[in-house]
Antibody
Framework: QVQLQESGPGLVKPSQTLSLTCTVS??????????WGWIRQHPGKGLEWIGY???????YHNPSLKSRVTISVDTSKNQFSLKLNSVTATDTAVYYC??????????WGQGTLVTVSS | EIVLTQSPGTLSLSPGERATLSCRAS???????LAWYQQKPGQAPRLLIY???SRATGIPDRFSGSGSGTDFTLTISRLEPEDFAVYYC?????????FGQGTKLEIK
């Protein structure tokens, strides 16, 4: 059974870079077939797809986040990461990593709350 | 992008009753590329339905999905206590993938 776990700072200052890592267990990112993605949920609100990466390194992200998003993969550690730069209070959210079929998300991490505040 | 509107915002029902949740898209969702998720407080969403009508692994058969085009429905035939949660639809027929705002299913 695939399991995902997010890690990273829970507090980021405005204008700085949010950095999160997702560690995958029970399955290898290098196996291919699946994408590995990030989704966020603003407090008390709905879900927003951020982007995904394939084990080869190819990525795609939601155009609404413009060019602030970088997603990378480290297959040796079975991890993938999210960087979101120039953050503001509107980036405060619970961030989830998930196994992405390219269509829907079939396994999710438990989520981590990131607050943007000085 | 496709906007998904879920209704009602809140649905109050009793265990044993039938729940019908709606998801309407601002434009046609190609090939019934729609999924449903369940989210309980403090937990991540859980995939229930994909392809508008296919149950995900381990999902009880009291959950069923239907619809096509712009109108989709999630039905829970007989509510169990553990079914009270927030439900989201998500389309993947068009990029970017988008979610509805959710329907809260609460105990009456």
């Amino acid at each position: 059974q695939v399991q995902l776990q997010e890690s990273g700072p829970g507090l980021v200052k405005p204008s700085q870079t949010l950095s999160l890592t997702c560690t995958v267990s029970g399955g290898s990112i290098s196996r291919g077939y699946y994408y590995w993605g990030w989704i966020r949920q603003h407090p008390g609100k709905g879900l927003e797809w951020i982007g995904y990466i394939y084990y080869s390194g190819s990525t795609y992200h939601n155009p609404s986040l413009k060019s602030r998003v970088t997603i990378s993969v480290d297959t040796s550690k079975n991890q993938f990461s999210l960087k979101l730069n120039s953050v503001t209070a509107t980036d405060t959210a619970v961030y989830y990593c998930a196994r992405d079929t390219g269509q829907y998300f079939d396994h999710w991490g438990q989520g981590t709350l990131v607050t943007v505040s000085s | 992008e496709i906007v998904l509107t879920q209704s009602p915002g809140t649905l109050s029902l009793s265990p044993g009753e039938r729940a019908t949740l709606s998801c309407r898209a601002s434009q046609s969702v190609s090939s019934s590329n729609l999924a449903w998720y369940q989210q309980k407080p403090g937990q991540a969403p859980r995939l229930l339905i994909y392809g508008a009508a296919s149950r995900a692994t381990g999902i009880p058969d009291r959950f069923s999905g239907s619809g096509s085009g712009t109108d989709f429905t999630l039905t829970i035939s007989r509510l169990e206590p553990e079914d009270f949660a927030v439900y989201y639809c998500q389309q993947y027929g068009s990029s970017p993938r988008t979610f509805g705002q959710g329907t809260k299913l609460e105990i009456k």
